[in-house]
């Protein structure tokens, strides 16, 4: 059986819900509901889709990953 994911409700749920009182000005908030948004979708699934305008940011591809070990994130994030 094939389970429909609520994007929709998730992106109100954390927009909303779960900033609501803390993201006070309206332009901000239409900012996260709009990041959310692109997040939130059906393509979230796809390998390598793009979480960046640039690209260099992805998700990973479906499967058994080997876990990265926390210490090497600043580097694979080229945050060093």
Do not use: G, T
């Given at each position: 059986?094939?389970?429909?994911?609520p994007y929709k409700a998730l992106n109100y749920l954390t927009a909303e819900c779960n900033y609501g009182g803390r993201v006070t000005?309206?332009?901000?908030r239409t900012t996260l509901k709009t990041i959310l948004g692109g997040l939130y979708c059906e393509n979230i699934h796809d390998d390598e889709?793009?979480?960046?305008?640039s690209g260099l940011y992805v998700t990973p591809p479906d499967g058994?990953?080997?876990?990265?070990?926390?210490r090497s994130w600043p580097r694979l994030l080229n945050i060093e």
């Open positions: 059986m094939l389970v429909q994911i000005d309206d332009h901000d889709f793009p979480l960046s305008e058994n990953q080997k876990l990265i070990p926390h």
